[in-house]
């Protein structure tokens, strides 16, 4: 079957079949209301279509950055992509095909647009990685996921004994869960969360809020908020779209009752319930991975989503530098502007 390949910049060619295409494959990252975020960091959206006939069978929304407000030579240093989550297919199409029309549009793109950088990682699991993003200097990582379509029973009985011993501690010592509308509460327990975290960098919490306030109307994120006695001691932000949810934040206030287990434990729960399928708590570290460069995350973060017992997938996440002299310049130039 011979395929027709396109990239437009701003809004695919039909939004409607896009749409349609993101939400069967349950990826929020590839709907075309996210451009609105990217516009938050003043970066556009590039829409890869494959096509057969007028049907779209494969297709990747990435970003691209180039600066506005300087000379065109330094905008031409600027230049970058970035390439979050996988791309989305038509099930019945030829993926692997269509993974490799995929690769080689990216690397034409890359090439035709001198692209200095470009970064790229996996979110939901179920995509194929570009090749090209496959390089020495790419991070390995696993995605942990839960399958919502077994039996609460089954779910609880993949869950470790000691998160069992935890969710029944939140429960008996008066911790509920309850699905909140109040930002602003959440931020501020991210907020705690990152203060007690020295050499972490914390999210861009402006980011998270427009975030939410872009994705709730449509009833894709959903904020649980673990309280005790009134007080909010962990949260989360669920996003979803389809069948798939992901993991997106999370905050939580040092406490003696483990909320945070019982909240996710609630989230499993209400997500079956609403019908989901599958389920993404996100990175992971490789078994054994002693370089993967944040210990808090190997010995806290891996160890708490591993006692859920979820399914792992293989991903990666990799920044390549295209251009190394462009890239240096500009990055001087950063500096200097940066200073003054």
């Known amino acids: 079957m011979k395929y027709a390949v396109k990239i437009s910049i701003g809004q695919p060619s039909d939004p409607t079949q896009w749409n349609a295409l993101a939400t069967l494959n349950g990826n929020l990252i590839q709907h075309t209301s996210t451009a609105v975020l990217d516009r938050f960091f003043k970066n556009e959206s590039a829409y890869l279509e494959i096509l057969s006939g007028t049907t779209l069978v494969g297709a990747y929304r990435f970003n691209y950055f180039e600066s506005k407000r300087l000379p065109a030579f330094f905008r031409s240093i600027s230049r970058s992509a970035t390439f979050w989550g996988e791309a989305i297919y038509l099930p019945s199409e030829d993926r692997l095909l269509i993974a490799q029309l995929i690769n080689t549009a990216i690397d034409d793109y890359l090439r035709d647009n001198k692209i200095v950088k470009l970064k790229y990682t996996n979110y939901y699991g179920a995509g194929i990685s570009p090749e090209l993003f496959h390089t020495a200097a790419a991070k390995e990582f696993c995605m942990a996921i839960i399958d919502l379509e077994q039996s609460e029973e089954q779910l609880w009985d993949r869950v470790h004994s000691k998160h069992r011993n935890s969710i029944r501690k939140a429960e008996k010592s008066g911790v509920t869960i309850a699905v909140s509308e ?45 309280y005790h006695e009134g007080v909010a001691y962990n949260g989360a932000m669920v996003t979803l779209l389809g069948d798939t949810a992901y993991y997106a934040f999370a905050g939580t206030v040092k406490n003696p009752w483990a909320a945070g287990n019982l909240t996710q434990w609630f989230i499993l729960k209400d997500l079956k319930a609403k019908g989901l399928k599958k389920y993404s708590l996100g990175q992971v570290a490789l078994e054994g991975a002693s370089n993967f460069g944040d210990v808090k995350f190997i010995s806290g973060i891996t160890t708490f989503k591993m006692r859920f017992g979820p399914d792992l997938e293989k991903g990666i996440s990799t920044n390549i530098i295209l251009r190394p002299f462009a890239n240096k310049i500009w990055n001087l130039l950063v500096k200097m502007l940066m200073r003054g």
């Open 182 to 226: 109040d930002i602003d509460a959440f931020i501020d327990l991210m907020r705690v969360t990152y203060e007690g975290q020295e050499g972490k960098s914390a999210p861009n919490y402006d980011y998270i809020k427009a975030q939410y306030s872009l994705y709730a109307p449509q009833e894709n994120a959903i904020l649980y908020i673990a």
